[in-house]
């Protein structure tokens, strides 16, 4: 079998390229003291984590996929959260402050409440060098890349403030956008916008319908076909056993490992060295 030439790379997001800069409590406690819900109410930032976790999930029971199934969007399902979050520890007559909300949702929806894992910035940068000239190191003749993420529709905002160039492809509007040689990332499959979420294989799927779709916009004659896929997350369940299922090869990074070997990574640069295997 020829070895295809191009390259269809994805990557989840959360925990994979970014993480949050501090414990979620302890941001959420911080912005909290700071709006007057002082930590004597609250106690420790376990208290707010057990929280949280109770006003997410009774959330999602409510308004499933973070407010779209509903028609309540994202942003007041995250607003509906954290009033949720914080309304067990207010004094009597005391009320969760709008600043508090406007402040958290500002706060997890840029790089001021996450930090890019250190190997991504030189990861993406390689991958821009080989757009002007072709590098040894990187055998691929094309490379694609996306996101697939389980999540709202924050994840692009996120990744551009990094400085990373993310196309305006997504699931839902990826037939009205026009491609861009300078992006980073090619397009974003949001779970938010397919109704599905890791590990079921219609977001896996939406990827490919995404690169299908930008092939059929190009005139360089090339298919789905004559691209391998490869994707990149750092749960097993969800993104390696997921993936997999779906027909794609899959790596799972996880950079406390000593060493990488053929399944995982500990580093992003070590997708480099990656061959799919042999299809018997």
Not at 223 to 229: Q, V
């Amino acid at each position: 079998m020829v070895q295809k030439r191009n390259l269809l790379l994805a990557f989840d997001a959360f925990g994979t390229l970014f993480a949050p800069k501090k414990p979620i409590p302890e941001q959420y406690g911080y912005f909290a003291a700071l709006h007057g819900i002082e930590e004597s109410q609250w106690k420790t930032h376990r208290d707010i984590m057990m929280s949280f976790g109770k006003a997410f999930k009774d959330e999602s029971r409510k308004n499933p996929n973070y407010g779209r199934a509903t028609g309540l969007g994202a942003e007041k399902w995250w607003a509906n959260v954290i009033t949720k979050t914080f309304d067990p520890f207010l004094k009597p007559g005391q009320q969760v402050p709008q600043a508090l909300v406007t402040d958290l949702l500002t706060q997890f929806s840029t790089d001021r409440g996450y930090s890019l894992f250190p190997d991504v910035i030189p990861f993406f940068q390689m991958l821009r060098n080989c757009k002007s000239r072709p590098l040894e190191r990187w055998k691929w003749d094309r490379t694609v890349v996306g996101i697939v993420t389980n999540s709202d529709d924050r994840v692009p905002g996120i990744l551009q403030s990094f400085g990373l160039e993310v196309g305006n492809r997504r699931f839902d509007i990826a037939e009205r956008v026009i491609a861009n040689s300078q992006e980073d990332i090619d397009f974003v499959i949001l779970s938010y916008d397919v109704g599905y979420e890791k590990p079921d294989r219609p977001i896996f799927d939406a990827a490919v319908e995404s690169l299908k779709q930008m092939l059929a916009k190009e005139s360089q004659g090339q298919s789905i076909e004559d691209f391998e896929k490869l994707y990149v997350g750092d749960e097993y369940e969800k993104d390696y056993v997921g993936a997999k299922n779906a027909g794609w090869n899959a790596i799972r990074l996880d950079r406390n490992l000593p060493e990488s070997d053929a399944r995982s990574i500990n580093d992003l640069s070590h997708l480099e060295q990656w061959t799919p295997m042999k299809k018997i």
